[in-house]
């Protein structure tokens, strides 16, 4: 066996990975219309980036059609939807990979546009992000003032979560990560610029984690702790977030968490943008691998900016058990392989990141068809 870092077996809850090379969620917004059904396109894009033993996790997914908040992205909330996501599954299983789905719900980063009966989007509280969003019809427009979600909504919420986990047990996922990160619904209850509530849900570290924790705790009882992943953006200030914490917040999250014996904990490193190929990593941004590792017993997926090298370091000493990876991902189907041979990577082209067909989807050649060509 090789000495290589990346390239040992993982136990993550329920499944054992044979190498530390994840596919990060990834927004791509190619689900057919209407009814944002995943599609033959998306299964072949999905197949091709399994590899045996090796772990995708789906672009986030709406739990419900309140949750959504992006043209064309998928839901996992209707029979057709999760037929659509059984193909998925099953592509990836065909390799011998595992897949598991994020659980999405954008709370405020939505527009009426997009939302059940023209309603305005649903937050903690009524504050906007600042900044602008797509309407359905791709116009950018400011952000609205969302409508202050009731407490008695949020029981529903947390039961739209666990369903949405059921529903991905049955489309053949092996697991669900619920996403807690990069100022979503979740994320938004986490932290003080966006949850002003008065309640149970809002003012202490305990009450702003409440939404969160409930809803890992139901997706648990839906479909048991071992097949269950959490992602979180310490620190991060996408989607206009922001919290007068410092990392006690994150601190009390992750050691919940930890109690719950769920299979995984992935955390986006602040240093780097997403949003940009040009803006450098962020030397000064705090290490969340670094000040959060030690609090969690199960995997520790670490992601933001990295490259083989770097990701390889990371594992090698212990700072994360797996590293994932969005970018290098889209352009390299066989991006496992190419690592484990030390191998060039083809770029990425973000302008065919977001919507659109095959190009720039299912066109990027792995090593073996480059060669052939
Ligand atoms: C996006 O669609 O821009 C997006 C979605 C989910 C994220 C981050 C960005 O976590």
Redesign the pocket.
């Known amino acids: 066996m090789s000495n290589d870092p990346l390239f040992q077996p993982l136990k993550v809850g329920a499944i054992e990975l044979s190498h530390r090379v994840v596919m990060a969620?990834l927004?791509r917004m190619r689900a057919a219309q209407p009814g944002d059904i995943p599609n033959a396109l998306n299964a072949e894009y999905y197949g091709q980036r399994a590899s045996k033993g090796g772990l995708l996790i789906t672009e986030?997914t709406d739990i419900t059609a309140q949750a959504h908040g992006?043209p064309l992205?998928p839901g996992i909330y209707t029979p057709a939807q999760i037929e659509g996501w059984r193909a998925v599954t099953n592509a990836v299983h065909a390799k011998g990979g595992f897949i598991f789905t994020q659980l999405?719900h954008v709370g405020r980063i939505s527009h009426s546009s997009m939302q059940p009966h023209g309603a305005l989007p649903v937050a903690p509280s009524a504050v906007p992000a600042s900044g602008t969003h797509m309407t359905a019809a791709f116009e950018t427009v400011p952000f609205e003032t969302p409508r202050a979600l009731e407490i008695h909504e949020l029981a529903d919420i947390v039961a739209d979560f666990a369903q949405a986990a059921e529903n991905a047990r049955i489309a053949g996922f092996d697991g669900v990560e619920v996403?807690g990160?990069?100022g979503?619904l979740l994320d938004q209850f986490l932290r003080t610029g966006s949850n002003k509530r008065s309640d149970r849900y809002g003012g202490s570290i305990e009450n702003r984690a409440r939404l969160l924790l409930e809803v890992v705790d139901a997706v648990i009882e839906s479909i048991g702790a071992n097949r269950v992943g959490v992602r979180l953006s310490p620190w991060g200030s996408?989607n206009d977030m922001h919290d007068d914490d410092g990392s006690l917040l994150w601190e009390f999250v992750i050691s919940e968490l930890d109690k719950r014996d769920i299979a995984y904990l992935h955390v986006i490193e602040p240093r780097s943008d997403?949003t940009s190929d040009s803006a450098p990593l962020d030397a000064s941004a705090p290490d969340a691998a670094a000040s959060f590792k030690a609090l969690f017993r199960g995997a520790f997926i670490s992601a933001g900016g990295y490259l083989p090298d770097t990701a390889r370091a990371t594992v090698g000493e212990g700072k994360a058990d797996a590293i994932a990876f969005g970018r290098p991902f889209i352009s390299n189907p066989d991006l496992p392989e190419r690592i484990r041979l030390g191998a060039e990577l083809t770029p990425h082209d973000r302008s065919t990141f977001y919507g659109g067909g095959r190009e720039g989807y299912t066109d990027y050649p792995t090593m073996h068809q480059a060669v052939e060509a």
């Open positions: 969620p927004t986030a992006y992205v999405w996403h990160a990069n979503y996408f997403f």
